[in-house]
Each structure stands twice: as C-alpha cells, then as structure tokens.
C-alpha cells in the first residue's frame, strides 16, 4: 500500500522535474510554494454542512454560527467505543484526561498565494471536538527532512490513530480511523460530509474510505486538496498507507483553539511531563475516586535501562501499571542523570494520598524499580 503512495508523490516531483527520494516528503514541500496549483476538481458536490449539528458527534458541545467563524467545544475525548491509547510501544506516560477546548473555524477560508508547510502541533480538528495535529513529533528535528521522526514511526500512536500529548490532551496524528468506521459510509462517502476542519478553515473529508470508487488520490493537489463541483476547495484523507491528513496549507491558517486544562503535580508542585519509554500499553481506563480522577495505564517493559538497588537492568517484558490520582499519589518512570550511558529511569511514585484499596499502589510490578 505504501508503495503505491509513494509512486504517486514521485509523479508529482516528476511533472516538476524534481527526482523524489525516501525521506524528501516534507523537505520538497517548501520547493512546491512556487506552484500551487496542481490539484484537480471532482464533479460531485461536498456537503455544506459546517453549522448542521447533524455532521458533528455527540461530543461536540455548544456549535454556533455566524457570518465570520463556526465555534463549538470539545471536552478531549472521543466515542466510548474508540480503544484509547491500546498499541502504542513507544509510551510518553501520559493520559487522555478532560479538557475544555474552544474552538473557533473561519467560515471564508481563502486561498494563499503559496501553500505552507505544517509544523508539529495542531493543524485542524476533527468534528468529535479531538485536535488533529501534523505527523510529527515534538522531539529533535532530522536533518534528512527538516522534522522530528512521525509519532507512527515512533510507535506512539494507538489503534485510533491517536495517543495523549505532554497536556495529558488525546489528538489524532494520522486519519482517526475510528472516528471514520463510526461516522460511516452514509455519512464519508455517499453525503460526502467533513470529517473535520483545517486551520486555514477548509473542511477536510475521507472520500474513498469505504468505496473505492470515490477514490480521488490522483486528483489531489501537493497539500492534499481538491475543488468539488461547486468550485468549494476541500482536503481529503489518504484512504491507506500512511493515511496522511493534509501535507501542508493551501489556505491561510489561522489561531482556532484555546484549551482549559488541570496539569498533573507531583508531590513537589512540579508539573509532570512524562518521558518517552518502550513501553507497550495494554489497557487505559480514567477511573473516578471521589474528587479525583484516576487514570491508570498499565502495559509492558521492554528494552528498558532501569536502576534497581544501585545497579543499571535491562528490563524486557517485565508488566507494570502507570498511574495518576492527585499530588500524592501517582506512579512514573523518571530519568536517573548520571547513573550510566544513555538515559536511565527508575520508578517515581506517591502513594499517601491514594483512595483507599488502590491496587496500582500496593500491587504494581514496577515497584522493584522505586527510587
């Protein structure tokens, strides 16, 4: 599937007499500014459909309208049935836990003179109220092509394309495939609804995904985009492969999200960020415990540097929960500096203030890693 997709980017190089090569898709974006306009249109028409309740989920809250923008919020998480954070391998120890997201879509999206490129963090939200961001990460940018490594190549990301940020906030980084099987086909591909909203305020949507025959791939522009039949511009999904979302802006992106949010404390009033480990989620739940709300992760070590009783271990399929209450009480892995080559973690935890019986507190299989 991925070679398919691939061929189809070489072809766009080739009509500008460009060489395409592993590792130039985000860097040749920057070379394709000077020319826009390589997409096609569609006969059929999009549905106009921003300010319909009917094309948004249960989860979005509060969708208004006017002349400017469409506005709505979204509390950070998805439908009950969508499987938070299970297949990830590649743990940042962090938590989908609730936010109070504004958002605000402009409702004259205009198209720029030249396309820009995207940047990590959010490019667009999806019409569950879940921010969609660029591919990346937010870790070291790669020279080969001008980006950190994609959160999919990091195995960051779980079965719904998604995982939870440095604000313990759920986004997509890729198509929300869950998001997309339960919307459905009436819905993606015979009304040809939005699936969401870039920042620049063109609607993006996943024709293609359950009939190929609305497959537009080859009618794409650089960005993803395409014009439908009323000459309304739009973005579309890749239907397979990488399953991008849009590969850089045809339009003006603009601010469209605040976020209200509790950041997690550790005992001494620090925020805690989680860092990245090889660690391979099995099950997620938020748990509520009287003004608390506990999120717990639990999952499996592997190919971890951990100390225990002053010694460096290499820790393989060892099973362990992640865990979050309040200030005191809470379970992580942090970074050990100087205790050997490469990072180093051992086991952070408070337990005085758990709910009474909590069992991650008193029976974790991470605890012989406690510092």
């Known amino acids: 599937m991925k070679t398919r997709g691939k061929d189809k980017r070489a072809g766009i190089w080739q009509k500008l007499g460009i060489v395409y090569s592993d590792g130039m898709r985000y860097a040749l974006i920057l070379v394709l500014l000077a020319n826009p306009a390589l997409g096609h249109s ?28 469409i506005s709505f919020r979204g509390h950070g998480f998805p439908d009950e049935s969508d499987v938070l954070m299970r297949g990830i391998t590649g743990s940042n120890q962090q938590f989908p836990r609730p936010h109070d997201y ?86 993606v591909d015979e009304a040809r609804r939005p699936i969401g909203w870039a920042a620049d305020g063109f609607p993006i949507l996943a024709l293609g995904w359950f009939d190929r025959g609305n497959d537009i791939e080859d009618k794409l522009d650089a960005c993803r985009g395409a014009t439908d039949g009323s000459g309304r511009y739009f973005y579309n999904v890749e239907t397979r492969g990488d399953y991008a979302v849009l590969d850089c802006y045809s339009g003006v992106p603009q601010g469209f999200t605040r976020d209200t949010w509790e950041h997690r404390r550790d005992a001494s009033g620090k925020e805690i960020i989680g860092i990245p480990i090889r660690f391979t989620v099995g099950t997620f739940q938020n748990i509520p415990a009287g003004r608390d709300l506990c999120s717990v992760m639990t999952g499996v070590l592997n190919g971890v540097d951990v100390l225990r009783g002053g010694r460096v271990e290499k820790v393989r399929g060892v099973e362990g929960t992640l865990y979050y209450c309040n200030s005191g009480c809470y379970g992580h892995f942090e970074e050990v500096k100087g205790a050997g080559r490469g990072r180093v973690v051992a086991f952070a935890t408070a337990t005085d203030r758990c709910p009474g019986s909590f069992t991650p507190a008193v029976d974790n299989g991470f605890s012989r890693y406690e510092r």
């Not at 309740?53 to 249960?58: E, F, R």
């Not at 604000?167 to 198509?175: E, I, L, N, Q, S």
């Open 42 to 69: 569609i006969e059929e028409h999009i549905a106009d459909c921003a300010c319909n309740s009917a094309c948004y989920t249960d989860e979005v809250e509060g969708l208004s309208c006017n002349s400017r923008e």
């Open 102 to 187: 504004r958002f605000r879509i402009t409702r004259t999206p205009h198209m720029a003179a030249h396309p820009t490129a995207t940047v990590p963090g959010a490019i667009g939200v999806a019409v569950n109220g879940i921010p969609i961001f660029d591919p990346s990460t937010q870790g070291p940018v790669r020279p080969s092509t001008g980006k950190p490594v994609s959160a999919a190549a990091a195995g960051e990301l779980d079965i719904c394309g998604g995982h939870a940020g440095r604000g313990d906030d759920y986004h997509y980084h890729r198509a929300p495939n869950c998001l997309i099987e339960e919307l459905g086909r009436g819905f």
